[in-house]
Each structure stands twice: as C-alpha cells, then as structure tokens.
C-alpha cells in the first residue's frame, strides 16, 4: 500500500493530459482530498454546490461519479440545488440554518460540502460555516481550500484534470490502494 503523497505523485506523472501544473499544487491538495475522502468513508453524503459559472462542471461530476462502468459501490454524491432547488432564494442567516437544518434530518451521518467557484456569493457563506468542506476557490487564497485563477484560459481543463484525479483517489481508497496514514 502506497502512502496517499507519493500515490497522488505518480498518478500526475502519469497522466497523459499534461497535469505538471498539479506537481507542486500537490502538497495543497493532498491533505484537502484526504479529509475528504475520510469524510466520505465515514459515510458522509458529498453534497456538490458551484457558483453560476460552474454549474456544467457540478452536472460533469454528478454525471459521471457513478457510472456503472466504474464497477464500484455507487457513491452518496448530490448537488445542493438538486435538494434545495430555492437556493437562489436564500439570503439570510436564518435562511441558511433551515437549509442546514434540513441537511441535518436528511443526512443524519454526516454531509461535506463540496464547493467550486468564486468567494463572493451567498453560496460561499453557506459553505464557510462548516469547517470540513472540500474547496476549490476561484482568485483567492483561503485557508483550507484549493486555489484556482478564473482567468487561467486552461480553468475548465484543470477542473476536468482535478476531478478525474479525485475520482482516482476514490477508487484507490475503495480498493485499499493508498494509506492516509502518516502523510
């Protein structure tokens, strides 16, 4: 079994769409991916929330996260507008608390948000209230989160290229492939 650092080195070598811009982004992304990666092993739903630029890249991943071809356990992933289709109309504290009051009864072993996009929407307060998100946050550096530029002409590709290495980090974790020990 591979350590998770060394095992996320060489799927980017490996990759044949150019990942050498992850190299050195690889010590942001391995602890964010590990937590959630536990997060889901212990039974956590991942509930997928984009700002309005990135709402292709959430319908990408729902689409293709449980693909039966990927002859693994279907995986508990769900976008927040899939539940809570008003969530454009949530504007208040008190809003958000019944949302996630809601998220609480529905999902009683947990949730982690997943969150890709910009900082500056209601969505990204949502999001900050739990401190166990997965983030990738567009032209801002904040604790705990994968920083992304919006205006890197290869954006949609890096988020295609970061994706399908976290779905690679899936299965190495379903399939006993890493340990996240000791990173």
């Not at 739903?45 to 309005?52: A, Q, R, S």
């Not at 454009?88 to 949730?111: S, V």
């Not at 969505?123 to 904040?142: A, G, T, Y």
């Amino acid at each position: 079994m591979q350590k998770f650092l060394k095992w996320t080195l060489d799927n980017i070598r490996k990759d044949s769409s150019a990942m050498s811009w992850m190299e050195e982004k690889r010590f942001e992304w391995v602890p964010l991916n590990i937590s959630m990666l536990k997060n889901l092993l212990d039974g956590h739903t991942i509930i997928l929330v984009t700002d309005d630029d990135r709402e292709w890249f959430c319908e990408y991943i729902l689409k293709d996260i449980n693909k039966l071809a990927k002859n693994r356990p279907l995986l508990p992933f769900f976008s927040l507008k899939s539940l809570y289709p008003n969530l454009r109309n949530i504007k208040t504290n008190m809003d958000i608390e019944l949302l996630e009051n809601m998220l609480y009864q529905a999902f009683p072993n947990g949730y982690t948000y997943f969150y890709i996009g910009k900082n500056n929407n209601i969505k990204m307060q949502i999001i900050k209230r739990r401190n166990d998100s997965f983030v990738w946050v567009m032209d801002e550096q904040l604790q705990n989160s994968f920083f992304l530029n919006s205006n890197d002409e290869n954006l949609d590709i890096k988020l295609i290229q970061l994706y399908k290495l976290l779905d690679k980090s899936i299965n190495a974790l379903l399939f006993a492939e890493v340990d996240f020990e000791s990173e």
